[in-house]
């Protein structure tokens, strides 16, 4: 059964102060992993995507990791700031030729205080 | 985002009651999916549709059923609520190729009291 977990579950910062947010799962055959940022009363936006060629991706202060042996990822946020209080989701899809329905970790919710 | 619109945004209804939630888009998106958001679950996948008159279940899809008639529109419906089915709604869609991302609505907070 495919499987994303994220950890951790909860997360509480400071502003200005970076955090990394943790992905791993078990989906096969592997497609692509992002990063979904969810504003509270608001739908997921994408973040950021990883194939499996790729090692590192950032969007601003965004950096996502993939270790495709290891079957992790991580969401590194570099001097946070106010607005990046949201909930974190990692999403894995498989077989971009099939039925095209990725598997949601239960997401990181993270809270910037300044 | 992608032009999704969800309807209503909120709804109370009373156990028993059929509720049918909709989502429209503006971008001929191939993929409509609905999810479920509940605290310690996440979003979960209800049913989903790969084309008009084309629908599957997801993983929570028991006292819920779907229709799409038109690419642009895809419904949800609760034939006699219940209590359980308390929980924010939120539609998805997707172009279906390639590495295409999810385009989410805001979400249609439902009450069953």
């Known amino acids: 059964k495919n499987q994303v977990e994220q950890s951790p579950q909860s997360l509480i910062i400071l502003e200005g102060k970076n955090c990394t947010l943790q992905?791993?799962?078990?989906?096969?055959?592997?497609?692509?992993l992002r990063w979904y940022k969810q504003d509270t009363g608001r739908g997921p936006v994408s973040l950021t995507i990883m194939t499996f060629s790729e090692n590192t991706k950032s969007n601003g202060r965004y950096t996502a990791t993939l270790d495709a042996d290891t079957k992790q990822s991580s969401l590194h946020i570099t001097a946070s700031q106010l607005s990046d209080s949201a909930s974190y989701i990692c999403?894995?899809?498989?077989?971009?030729?099939?039925?095209?329905?990725?598997?949601f970790g239960r997401g990181t919710s993270l809270i910037v205080h300044p | 985002d992608a032009g999704i619109t969800q309807s209503p945004r909120h709804k109370v209804t009373e156990t028993g009651t059929p509720v049918t939630l909709r989502c429209h888009q503006t971008e001929n998106h191939r993929y409509m999916y609905w999810y479920r958001q509940d605290p310690g679950h996440g979003l979960r996948l209800i049913h989903y549709s790969y084309g008009v008159k084309d629908t599957d279940k997801g993983e929570v899809s028991d006292g819920y059923s779907v229709s799409r008639s038109k690419t642009e529109d895809f419904l949800l419906t609760l034939e006699s609520a219940t209590s359980s089915q308390t929980s924010v709604y939120f539609c998805a869609t997707c172009f279906g190729t390639g590495n295409s991302p999810l385009h989410f609505g805001n979400g249609t907070r439902l009450t069953v009291t």
């Open positions: 992905c791993n799962y078990t989906v096969s055959p592997f497609s692509n």
């Open positions: 999403v894995v899809s498989a077989n971009p030729g099939g039925s095209y329905i990725p598997t």
